[in-house]
């Protein structure tokens, strides 16, 4: 029981990001009521194609005053390509928030759910079950370079991976940590020193010095190539998976996709310090194709809501978020029709609700 009131930024956005929200609040509330937890929610209507038809930006200008004192974002999707290019709309909203807001980690559970289908043969529920941890600011992922010559024939373009012992040590003491405090407290790093000969090794060096601060953590490391391969042959294998934005990127899609549906995956973005609010988010966009139907699956967005109160340290009612999700999905009654059911957003979502104890 906690006796703090936590205030929460929700964001839906566009699309079915406006119809997944209200189901993953639904569940939040039932949660918090159940465990003796205050939230305190504060709607926003900007980041979306509906602010952005009105005043002609995406967010209004004093949107960090607005949002930046919030325990928590909690966030729906954003973009609508029919009306407005994704890269304004993406870069516009989203994308400040991770870098104003210096969220360096990107965190994505890989878990088998009960009932869901996997696309990997032979696996059931316990047999994939880990964390994916990318860094999320600087690395391959840089502004520093350019284009020299262009249409001619000496033409050419360089961009340089951006690694620093602050951005690269945070983001390893944040999977080190999070390895710890699992049952197996077994850390993957994901690597490609043997190609990469300079920025790769020394991620190695650095992932071997965090190590001798975390003596109870068992750790390896694997070449990006052959650690994608044993994602789809071997997802047994991990526990915590921790790669550069570049590798990250691929790994937090591609574990994900070994355990079923998009419409279920949650995300986060956080600044572990908490100096600034962390986003919490479902992994799917807004859906256009299905949008206004009332047929996506509020699951993503649910387990999103359970991995902020993870974060804000409510771990108790955070789980049993969770354990709900699995007992709806094992149930096979009520789930939407990109898990082969027929129930709607809504009866989706206060399925999870009535679950959760
Ligand atoms: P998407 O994730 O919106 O949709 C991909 C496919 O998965 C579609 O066929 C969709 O119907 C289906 N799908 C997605 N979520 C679902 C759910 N909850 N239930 C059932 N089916 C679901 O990706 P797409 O189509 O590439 O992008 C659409 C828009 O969303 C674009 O504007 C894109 O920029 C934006 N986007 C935003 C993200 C964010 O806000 N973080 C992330 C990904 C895309
Ligand atoms: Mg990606």
Redesign the pocket.
Known sequence: MSKKQYRIAVIP?DG?GKE?MPEGLRVLETAAKKHGVSLHFDHFDFSSWDYYEKHGQMMPDDWKEKIGKHDAIYFG?????AKIP?HV??WGS?IKFRREFDQYVNLRPVRLMPGVPCPLANRKPGDIDFWVVRENTEGEYSSVGGRMFPDTDREFVTQQTVMTRTGVDRILKFAFELAQSRPKKHLTSATKSNGISITMPYWDERVEAMAKKFPGVKWDKYHIDILTANFVLHPDWFDVVVGSNLFGDILSDLGPACTGT??IAPSGNINPEGDFPSVF??V???????AGQGI??PI?AIWSGAMMLDHLGEKVAGKSIVDAIERTLAERTLR?K?LGGNADTTACGKAVADMVD
Do not use: F
């Not at 799917?284 to 299905?290: C, E, R, V």
């Open positions: 956005g079915i997944v999707a954003v973009g609508w390509p994704d709309s993406l989203l998009i419409g988010e479902p799917h966009g807004s859906a256009p194709d299905i996506a699956n993503g939407t990109d």
